[in-house]
C-alpha cells in the first residue's frame, strides 16, 4: 500500500495538467475552424457544385483587394465589404 505523501504527490503533479486540458478542448474548437476557413479560402468551393471544387491560391484574396476599384456602385461587394469591416450594415454606407 502506498502511503498518502506519495498519492498527494502525484495528485500535486497532475493538477496543471487537469486543469490544461479544458483550454485546449477550447483552443482545438476554435483553431479547427480558422484552419478550415483559411483552408477554404484558398479554394474554388460551391456547395451547389462540390465537383468543381480546384485550388485558386491567392486569387479570391487579389479579387477581394480589387473589388473596390472594379465596384463604382454601393451595393457592390466592396461597399460590403467595407462596411463589414467597419461594423456597420450595406444601406448605412
Known amino acids: 500500500m502506498r502511503s498518502p505523501r506519495t498519492r498527494h504527490w502525484r495528485r500535486e503533479k497532475s493538477l496543471p495538467y487537469l486543469l ?3 483550454a485546449l478542448v477550447l483552443l482545438a474548437g476554435m483553431v479547427y475552424p480558422f484552419g478550415l476557413g483559411l483552408y477554404y479560402s484558398f479554394t474554388s468551393y460551391w456547395l ?19 473589388e473596390p476599384r472594379r465596384s463604382s456602385s454601393r451595393s457592390g461587394w466592396g461597399s460590403r465589404w467595407r462596411c463589414s469591416c467597419m461594423g456597420a450594415s450595406p444601406g448605412a454606407a
Open 48 to 66: 451547389q457544385y462540390p465537383n468543381r471544387f480546384r485550388f485558386v491560391w491567392f486569387d479570391n484574396y487579389l479579387s477581394l483587394i480589387e
Open 20 to 22: 490544461l486540458a479544458p
